[in-house]
């Protein structure tokens, strides 16, 4: 069983124009937010491209409608870990990927005044769930720091929850991640084909072809977006993406606000908000069930759910009791190394992919998409993000 999220209930019923057209200069198959931000920005780059949107069930079906609407800067790793992990240099270009990423979906917003996406410049909060946790935050702050991002190390939990520190960086932000990608699709003017899967490929002499149950569509070049579910796609994948599934919970309004920021805690393996309209959002659990939150079932289970319940209580007693209004799953694509994937297919040379953002794929998601783009035009993948850093010596 697949449960609605909130995102995707909330949002108000959209319906794309019915497609006019059957070939394009780009067709990108997958509508969340990688094949959205990948459209925008090739809308932007070359007007006057013919673009499709394809997707096996409706835009914002996958990870991009199940997800808790953080945008954060960098990755799920703190940054003194990412810094041990990448090196200096790398972290800081990944960390500042997702702030220029950050700085368009503002340029986004600014120059779309009436899309409404529930954007919340609130800042977030990092904590620290234990002693060490509050270590290697200290020392990230301080990294972050030298290397030019604006945040702020606070030695005791500021919101007085039982956490050990913080860190606060006021430039992150919430949204409404379904009404985003919605939006950058339809001001890319692209075709959507929703509830059309794709479950063929064939490269010809005059472009290359998706066919599916609905029909066969032509393009020039296609750009798949199909992040964890990309491995049942093609076997190329299956030793570099890796299916992984997140839980979360929203709860019916609590009448005070107790939390302005979006909060990430214990590595980030727990997450929570406090939504406008006082509704609390609960996220995580996957650390303390690794061995099951794998592949891609979309199925909330009763034990991670109860894991997460139990972490509110203990954190918020005071929310203890308030109706649980809606549980949903949705499944993140990761890599080996933590970085998102771009490339082309081996042997469909006009075939691009834009991959696996983990559990930052709206961090990183219009940066990400404008490489997508360049990708697909120049016929070059973003040296950071190429699939060949994964190849074998
Ligand atoms: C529980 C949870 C919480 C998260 N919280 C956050 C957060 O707060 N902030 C953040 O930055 N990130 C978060 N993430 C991660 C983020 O949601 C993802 O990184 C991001 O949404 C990935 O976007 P995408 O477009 O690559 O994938 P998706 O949104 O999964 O889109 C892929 C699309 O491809 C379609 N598709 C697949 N196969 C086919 C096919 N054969 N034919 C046609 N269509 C197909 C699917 O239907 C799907 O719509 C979270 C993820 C989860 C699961």
Redesign the pocket.
Known sequence: MTSASFWQATAEPWQPPSPTAQTFDCLI????????AAAYALAQAKPAWKLAV????QI?????????????AGTADHYAVSVAKYGRATARDVFATTVASHDHIRAFLARYPTVACDYLPCGSLTLAGTPDEANVLAQSAELLREDGFNVTFLPSDPLGRGFYAAIHNPHDAGIH?VKLVRALIEQSGAEVFEH????ALETTPDGVRAH?PRGSLRAERILL?????AV??SPDFADKVFPT????FVTAAYPRRLLAEVVYANHGYE?FRQLPDGRFLF?GGRRAFASTEIGTDETPTAEVQGFLESFKDRHFPELSGLPIDYRW?????FTPDGLPLLGTLPNHPQVWFS?A????????SLEVGRLAAEMVQTGCPPARFDLARLKPA
């Open positions: 198959i997958g509508g969340g937010i990688a094949g959205g394809v997707d096996r069930r914002g079906g996958g990870a991009t409608g199940r997800n808790a609407g953080f945008l954060l991640p059309w899967p794709v479950t599916g977006a199909l992040n964890g579910e049942h796609f599934r997140g839980q979360i997450y996220g799953a949705g499944v993140m694509g991959l953002c983990h559990g930052h794929g709206m961090g990183f």
